[in-house]
C-alpha cells in the first residue's frame, strides 16, 4: 500500500512540475523515485528509505513524526542537562531541518512527504513532556517562566569557591596576561585564554610559542577527537596555556586550571553575554585559587551581572564553610586517554547461562575471543 501511495503522489507531483515548465527538475524525481520504488518492491528498503516514512507509517501529510519520547510511560520525567543550549536547539531543530528538505523537494530530489520525515517542532515537543527538570549553571527565561520551583545549587561538597574576579585595562593586556600566565606556570597550573575570533586565537598562540609558552590554539576547525587530546595535554602539562574562543564554555572539567583570562571582555555579543560569562567564569571553579581577569576598558552591564552573580554566590559560599568549618580543597582527578574513555563506554548487555543479564566491559575480552 505504501508504494500505491508514494506512486499516487509521485503523479500529482510531476504534473505540478510539468506545469511549472520544470522538465528537468520533474524527469530528475521521476528517475529517481521510480527507482526507489523499484528498490522496495524488490528488497524492502531504499537508499533515503527514511524521506518515505510518512507512506510507510500510515500517517497523513503534517501529521507530528513518532520519536522515541512515544515509549516513554505517561509519568516519566525528562532531565535536560545544559538547557540553556538544548533547548534552543530543540527550537531550531524543526525550521533548520525543513529549510534543507524544501530546497530538495523544489528542485526534483525529493517528494513532498520527505518534509514529513522531520523533527518535533518545539511546541509539539511541549506537548510531549510530562514532567521536566532543567539543569544549568544559566538557565534561560524560558526556565524560568516555565519552572514551579528553581533549586540552587551553589554549594560544592569540596568546599571550592566560585573565582575572584578582576577587571583590567585592554592597553598592555598581553603583557599583564604573560606576567600572570608565568606566575602560574611557575606552580605548576594551567590557564585558559579566551578571545573573539580565530585569528586571534591562532596569532595569540603563535606568539606565546615564541616567547617559550607550552601553548596551543582551540576552535571549530578543529576535530572532535584533536580537541578532547588538547585539553587531555593540557592536564597532563604537555601545554600549560589553551587560546581558544567558544569551546571553553560548557562541559569543561578542568581541575588544574587556576586562571581563566578574557580579551576584550566588554565586546558586547553573544560570546560576552551574561551566561557566556558566567559559564567561562566556571571554568575556573575548579581549583582553589581560581580567579579569572576580564580585560575590558567598560563594565558592560552583562559584565556588571556576571560579576554580581558571582560574587553572590561566593558569599553564599564563604558563609556556609565559615559556618561548618570546611576547608576549600581541591579536585584530584585522573588524566584519561580517549581510549580509556572508549573502553569504560564500551559495555554490553548479554544473557548469561541463568537467565540474568550481566555487562560485559569489551576491553577485557582477549583479542582472540572478540
Not at 530538495?104 to 513532498?112: E, H, M, N
Not at 568546599?159 to 611557575?186: K, M
Not at 606565546?208 to 595535554?233: A, F, N, P, W
Request: glycine residues 6%; charged residues 30%; contains cysteine.
Amino acid at each position: 500500500k505504501a508504494i500505491e501511495l508514494i506512486e499516487s503522489e509521485l503523479e500529482e507531483r510531476l504534473a505540478v512540475l510539468e506545469a511549472e515548465g520544470k522538465l528537468l527538475e520533474a524527469a530528475r524525481l521521476k528517475q529517481r523515485t521510480n527507482f526507489d520504488i523499484e528498490m522496495l518492491r524488490e528488497t524492502g528498503f531504499c537508499s533515503g528509505v527514511e524521506n518515505y516514512s510518512r507512506h510507510l507509517a500510515g500517517r497523513a501529510a503534517g501529521e507530528q513524526p513518532w520519536t522515541l519520547m512515544d515509549y516513554l510511560p505517561e509519568d516519566y520525567l525528562l532531565v535536560v542537562d545544559e538547557s540553556h543550549v538544548a533547548l534552543p536547539q530543540v527550537r531550531g531543530m524543526f525550521a533548520g531541518d525543513r529549510s534543507r528538505k524544501q530546497v530538495l523537494v523544489d528542485y526534483g530530489f525529493r517528494l513532498p512527504s520527505a518534509l514529513d520525515n522531520r523533527p518535533l517542532t518545539f511546541t509539539e515537543f511541549e506537548q510531549q513532556i510530562n514532567q521536566a527538570l532543567f539543569v544549568s549553571a544559566t538557565p534561560g527565561p524560558y526556565e524560568y517562566e516555565h519552572s514551579e520551583a528553581v533549586v540552587e545549587q551553589v554549594i560544592r561538597p569540596t568546599g571550592l569557591i566560585d573565582p575572584q574576579i578582576s577587571v583590567r585595562p585592554t592597553r598592555g593586556q598581553i603583557d599583564d596576561l604573560l606576567a600572570e600566565i608565568r606566575q602560574r606556570v611557575a606552580r605548576g597550573q594551567r590557564v585558559l585564554v579566551t578571545t573573539l575570533t580565530k585569528k586571534m586565537a591562532e596569532d595569540l598562540a603563535d606568539y606565546m610559542q615564541e616567547l617559550s609558552i607550552k601553548v596551543h590554539y582551540l576552535h571549530s576547525e578543529i576535530d572532535t577527537i584533536e580537541r578532547v587530546e588538547i585539553l587531555r595535554d593540557l592536564r597532563l602539562g604537555v601545554y600549560d596555556v589553551v587560546v581558544g574562543i567558544n569551546l571553553l564554555r560548557e562541559g569543561l572539567d578542568l581541575p588544574e586550571v587556576s586562571l581563566v583570562a578574557i580579551l576584550d571582555a566588554d565586546k558586547e555579543g553573544f560570546l560576552r553575554s551574561e551566561g557566556s560569562l558566567i559559564q567561562m567564569i566556571g571554568r575556573a571553579a575548579r581549583h582553589v585559587e581560581g580567579s579569572v581577569i576580564m580585560y575590558a576598558d567598560t563594565i558592560t552591564k552583562s559584565m556588571q551581572r556576571a560579576i554580581d552573580e558571582t560574587n553572590r554566590r561566593r558569599t553564599l559560599q564563604t558563609t556556609f564553610n565559615e559556618h561548618n568549618h570546611i576547608t576549600p580543597r581541591g579536585i584530584k582527578k585522573d588524566v584519561k586517554t580517549l581510549s580509556e574513555r572508549i573502553k569504560e563506554m564500551s559495555r554490553v548487555a548479554v544473557e548469561a547461562t541463568d537467565g540474568k543479564s550481566v555487562a560485559v566491559a569489551l576491553a577485557g575480552i582477549p583479542k582472540d575471543e572478540a
